[in-house]
């Protein structure tokens, strides 16, 4: 049994730190310049937002889905409908054939993880010793983690997914008399479980010789209360007819974004029946929260990058390591 975690001291002469510091410099400037463009770009995009939610709430049309009327054409409209399809969507390796809106495989694989944590010690005369304990941990993932970034290698195998998560999309989705885009449809996101008892005889043979039955979903392995590296979990999602509301321009039986007089585009569509009003409401507060934190995000950016410049005077000064500090 491999050991979960071990530890590694490197060490860092003060010259080298200098060298690496005065790179800094450098590299803190890109982040700065960095941080300032977001930040303008940012506020930019938000007023332009703001202005474009504000006209399309001014201008909007509430408009029957049963019926699709040239006077519209064009116009920026507002329904409310259930959005339905004939397609059939197939995941033919597992044997699957439903009418939905969307199906979604989802498969998790139990797998090793690489967690790493740093400490640093600086000594007299400006050089440092730092320890870094590398462990590693068992846990479920969607995401393949690749085990030959792994320090400790040997003992973390993890192996190759068989399946990956993978979802489908109805080509053809109406809501009344109206066609959806597909950039409309893939906000639908209105999923529910999708039982495997439900389709269980359309399973491919040789995969009830290596699948059971667990729960909603299927499990590959021994014992699904205690997993090994290598087990799976596959679950299936799909979304069924189900009422939206939509915001979008009107072109003849289909739509297209609306673009508003400050350049941005207006899209917006929401599961559940709302008026125009709520879903204006709601699209300014997403804009007001995308605003915040991209504040944030630039002023983390714009700190890191005084830290990086500034770093050759805490680096000189740690000839005594207090006063680095």
């Known amino acids: 049994m491999p050991n979960d975690s071990f530890k590694e001291v490197t060490r860092q002469s003060w010259f080298s730190r200098i060298r690496e510091s005065f790179k800094g410099i450098v590299i803190g400037a890109v982040f700065i310049v960095a941080s300032v463009a977001l930040l303008f770009w940012n506020e930019g995009r938000t007023v332009k937002r703001h202005k474009a939610l504000e006209e399309g709430e001014g201008s909007v049309v509430s408009v029957s889905a049963e019926r699709v009327d040239p006077q519209n054409e064009d116009r920026l409209v507002h329904l409310t409908g259930e959005a339905g399809t004939d397609d059939v969507l197939k995941d033919e390796e597992f044997g699957i054939e439903i009418q ?17 944590e740093k400490k640093t010690k600086k000594n007299l005369g ?12 068992k846990d479920w993932s ?14 973390h195998e993890n192996p190759e997914m068989n399946y990956r998560t993978k979802e489908f999309l109805a080509r053809r989705v109406n809501v009344g008399a109206f066609i959806l885009p597909e950039s409309l449809i893939e906000k639908i996101d209105a999923f529910e479980p999708y039982p495997v008892l439900d389709f269980q005889e359309n399973i491919p043979d040789y995969l009830k010789e290596i699948l059971q039955i667990n729960g909603d979903g299927f499990y590959s392995g021994e014992e699904p209360g205690r997993p090994e590296v290598g087990d799976l979990r596959i679950r299936f ?25 400050s350049g941005s585009r207006i899209e917006l569509l929401e599961t559940g029946a709302f008026s125009a009003k709520e879903m204006f409401q709601a699209a300014k507060s ?23 410049m500034l770093k050759v005077l805490s680096v000189l000064a740690d000839v005594i390591p207090f006063l680095g500090s």
């Open 100 to 116: 939905a809106i969307k199906l979604k495989r989802v498969v998790e694989m139990f797998q090793w993880h690489e967690k790493s």
């Open 126 to 137: 400006g050089s440092t010793t730092t320890e870094t304990t590398y462990s590693y941990y």
């Open 142 to 155: 969607e995401r393949k983690i690749d085990s030959g970034d792994f320090k400790a290698r040997e003992g």
């Open 237 to 261: 999602l799909v979304v069924k007819p189900v009422v939206v509301s939509l915001i979008s321009r009107q072109v003849k039986s289909t739509f297209e974004p609306y673009t508003a007089k």
């Open 286 to 308: 997403q804009n007001r929260f995308l605003l915040w934190i991209l504040r944030l995000a630039g002023v983390v950016v714009m700190f890191i990058g005084f830290s990086m």
